[in-house]
């Protein structure tokens, strides 16, 4: 029996090895980071050392890394901005999109720099001066270069579980000199931009997976991960030629191929693949347990139906030539097996 093929990084990565060694060494950290006696530096020493390693990845100074629960409460701070508006990227991702807000006046924007679904890359569009931007970065950390410093962003919102770190640690990148509400009140943690004791063991994982994930991309992984994403885009435009590769032509995450199967519905297709031993989604990790036409796809242009029939198939190092050609393989039988069964 073939072992399962994980093709869904961009929901989650696997957690690295470094990131798993970086925490259970943090696990032995007594002190709380915020106190002055020797343990407490200690624990403030990981923190310190896991904002330097995200700071490197992200291209910006340690002091603009702001440690959070994750994208999600690092992009709500877009929402408590003093301002008139908030204007969104129509294709950005649901924590941002949840952030917009009509009005008249000084506004902001925010803007998905890389779509999680479709893998497209956008700069974002010319903005008036004083107009605060906020670009999510989740996916194009590790994957793709990027530096904040030149983006000219505010602010920028990462994951660590994007790039194979733990699950529910993040981080908000706020420029210096640009002034934030707290994420968090009632405590002066992170320099007073976002209160609560700091989750050292999540942190230390998020920085040693920061700098390994930067060392991947340095060293051209991601660009083999590309040549199998190619393949596979091929091997499945040959098998079922009336497929649709979204964003195909277009900047995309090298690893990211969203794929519209007219006449299949999107979660049949996940369901099917699953049995067959394949982890695909049907969309964003956020909202794939709703059943319902993808919001992205339909800002993009395609219809209901077609934005109801697409798929979204992510790989990581860890996938082989074998691993795509074989999917490649089920998955033009089972739509050939799904298209015979509407006629």
């Not at 950290?29 to 020797?38: D, E, K, L, T, Y």
């Not at 002091?63 to 408590?80: M, P």
């Not at 925010?110 to 931007?133: C, F, K, M």
């Not at 030629?241 to 996940?270: D, H």
């Amino acid at each position: 029996m073939k072992a399962r093929v994980y093709l869904d990084w961009n929901a989650t990565a696997p957690l690295r090895d470094e990131a798993r060694a970086a925490m259970i060494a943090a696990m032995d950290v007594v002190g709380n980071p915020s106190s002055v006696h020797a343990e407490g530096r200690a624990a403030r020493a990981l923190v310190e050392r896991a904002r330097a390693q995200v700071a490197a990845a992200v291209g910006c100074k340690p002091a603009e890394v702001v440690f959070t629960s994750g994208a999600t409460e690092a992009a709500a701070v877009l929402g408590r901005l003093s301002v008139d508006a908030v204007e969104v990227d129509p294709t950005a991702h649901d924590c941002l999109w949840a952030q917009r807000r009509e009005g008249e006046g000084r506004r902001a924007l925010g803007w998905g720099y890389a779509n999680n679904e479709t893998g497209v890359i956008a700069e974002p569009p010319a903005r008036e001066a004083g107009v605060p931007l906020m670009l999510d970065i989740v996916q194009a950390v590790g994957k793709v270069p990027f530096s904040f410093a030149w983006s000219g962003a505010e602010m920028a919102v990462v994951s660590a579980h994007k790039f194979g770190g733990p699950k529910g640690v993040g981080a908000l990148i706020v420029r210096d000199g640009f002034e934030i509400a707290p994420a968090l009140t009632g405590g002066g943690q992170e320099m007073g931009r976002r209160a609560g004791t700091e989750n050292i063991i999540g942190i230390a994982g998020m920085g040693a997976a920061a700098e390994a994930a930067q060392r991947d991309l340095d060293a051209g992984v991601w660009e083999r991960v590309a040549e199998l994403r190619n393949i596979l885009e091929t091997a499945l435009s040959l098998g079922a030629n009336n497929t649709i590769s979204v964003g195909n032509g277009a900047a995309r995450l090298p690893n990211t191929l969203c794929l519209i199967a007219p006449g299949w519905k999107g979660e049949t297709q996940v369901m099917a693949m699953d049995l067959a031993g394949f982890a695909v989604s049907a969309g964003s990790a956020c909202s794939s347990g709703k059943v319902k036409a993808s919001r992205v796809l339909r800002a993009m242009g395609f219809d209901e139906a077609q934005a109801a029939q697409a798929i979204r198939i992510s790989l990581g190092p860890g996938v082989t030539k074998d691993d795509v050609l074989r999917f490649a393989d089920i998955w033009c039988a089972q739509y050939a097996k799904a298209l015979s069964r509407a006629a």
